[in-house]
C-alpha cells in the first residue's frame, strides 16, 4: 500500500533561514505527488507537485521540491523563511496516477513556526 | 472565479443525531472528494465521485457514512447517528476533466462537533 511520511510534526526556523521540511514515501508505481498548505482556519492549497516530468519542481511563494526516487523522498524547501510561511503543510501521494482522478494520501503534517 | 464552497462553516450537534454536509465544487469539475481532517488520524479520504462512474467509497469508516452527489454538481456527505469520534474537519475537493486531473482543489471545510 502506499503512504507518505513526513519526518517532524513541528519545525521551526528563523526568518530568512532555510526552510526544510522532510516528506518520504512508499509507493510501487511511479507516483504522483503534492505538497500542500493549510493557513490557520483555512483550506488546503496546492504548492507544488510533481507528475513525473522534471524532478526539480518550482511553487508558489518560492518553494520548491526535489523528487529522489533513489531516496523515496520529495522534500520541500525555501531559500528563505518569512513571516507569512507559518502554517501546516502536507505532502501527499495518489496511488491512482494511471487513470484520472483519485484519492490522495496524506502525510500527518508538519507544522512551521517562523521566529522573527 | 469561485472556489469550492461548503455549508454549513460549523455544526455542533448530540449524539446520535444525523448531520448532512454539503459540498459545491468548482463548475465544470467532474471530480469531487470527500476527506476527513482530525486531530488523531489525520487527513483521510473519504469517498470520490468521478463523472458517472460508481463512487469510491473504500475510506467510508462505517455505514453511518453516506455520500451522493446530484446531477454530476453539489454533493452531500450525510453521517447518521453521530458519534463524537466523528468530530473532525470534513474537507471537499474537485478537480477539472482532462488535463490537471491531479490538482485539486480544496473547500475551507466543515467543522463538525459531536457533543
Known amino acids: 500500500a502506499q503512504s507518505v511520511t513526513q519526518l517532524g510534526s513541528h519545525v521551526s526556523v528563523s526568518e530568512g533561514a532555510l526552510v526544510l521540511l522532510r516528506c518520504n514515501y512508499s509507493s510501487s508505481v511511479p507516483p504522483y505527488l503534492f505538497w500542500y498548505v493549510q493557513y490557520p482556519n483555512q483550506g488546503l492549497q496546492l504548492l507544488l507537485k510533481y507528475t513525473s516530468a522534471a524532478t526539480l519542481v518550482k511553487g508558489i511563494n518560492g518553494f520548491e521540491a526535489e523528487f529522489k526516487k533513489s531516496e523515496t523522498s520529495f522534500h520541500l524547501t525555501k531559500p528563505s523563511a518569512h513571516m507569512s510561511d507559518a502554517a501546516e503543510y502536507f505532502c501527499?501521494?495518489?496511488?491512482?496516477?494511471?487513470?484520472?482522478?483519485?484519492?490522495?494520501?496524506f502525510g500527518q503534517g508538519t507544522e512551521l513556526s517562523v521566529k522573527p | 472565479g469561485a472556489g469550492v464552497s461548503q455549508s454549513p462553516s460549523n455544526k455542533v450537534t448530540e449524539k446520535g443525531k444525523d448531520v448532512e454536509l454539503r459540498c459545491d465544487p468548482i463548475?465544470?469539475?467532474?471530480?469531487l472528494y470527500w476527506y476527513r481532517q482530525s486531530l488523531g488520524q489525520g487527513l483521510e479520504f473519504l469517498i470520490y465521485?468521478?463523472?458517472?462512474?460508481?463512487?469510491?467509497k473504500s475510506g467510508l469508516p462505517s455505514d453511518r457514512f453516506s455520500a451522493e452527489r446530484t446531477g454530476g454538481s453539489v454533493s452531500t456527505l450525510t453521517i447518521q447517528r453521530t458519534q463524537q469520534e466523528d468530530s473532525a474537519v470534513y474537507l471537499c475537493?474537485?478537480?477539472?476533466?482532462?488535463?490537471?486531473?491531479?490538482?485539486?482543489?480544496f473547500g475551507p471545510g466543515t467543522r463538525l462537533t459531536v457533543l
Open positions: 475537493a474537485s478537480s477539472p476533466p482532462g488535463q490537471g486531473t491531479d490538482t485539486q482543489y
Open positions: 501527499a501521494v495518489r496511488p491512482d496516477n494511471y487513470n484520472q482522478g483519485g484519492k490522495l494520501i
Open positions: 463548475s465544470g469539475h467532474t471530480a
Open positions: 465521485f468521478q463523472g458517472n462512474s460508481a463512487p469510491d
